[in-house]
């Protein structure tokens, strides 16, 4: 079996526990960020900070997939007409 990783879990909890916000208190209170910081022996803060962090990359490479779609969207409807 695989030993878990920090940053995993840390990935993990910004891609599927209440992804939408980046609130950090709200990201703090998470059961699954007190879980990853029991396990990993840091405290809910410093996970929260982490999850924050992974959360920020995360929507910027989300806006910019959606941006280079809506631009190549927009390439294809000019060549149609």
Do not use: C, H
């Amino acid at each position: 079996m695989k030993r878990p990783s920090y940053r995993f879990a840390v990935q993990w909890i910004a891609g599927n526990d209440n992804s939408s916000t980046l609130d950090l208190q709200a990201i703090e209170q998470s059961v699954t960020v007190a879980l990853a910081a029991d396990m990993f022996g840091k405290s809910e803060e410093a996970v929260a900070i982490d999850v924050q962090r992974a959360r920020e990359v995360l929507f910027a490479r989300q806006r910019a997939e959606r941006a280079e779609l809506a631009s190549s969207q927009s390439l294809t409807s000019k060549e149609v007409t």
